[in-house]
């Protein structure tokens, strides 16, 4: 669970920038989008595939360069 401490006299604005820099960092808001809807589990593997296919292309890529 992210905290932040605020300091006195620390303006409205930068205590909510560093509350979402520390819930993004932790993977809150990820976490969120992914348990919003429910996922068939086929079409789970479906999108992990693909991904690794991405990434292995992308390694592939950086390799060549």
Known sequence: M???KV????PFEVVLKKFKKQCEKAGILSEIRK???F????IKRKKKT???RKRALKKQRKMME
């Open 7 to 10: 300091k006195e006299n620390e």
């Open 39 to 42: 996922e068939k589990p086929s």
């Open 2 to 4: 992210p905290g932040i």
């Open 50 to 52: 693909i991904a690794a």
């Open 35 to 37: 348990r919003e809807h």
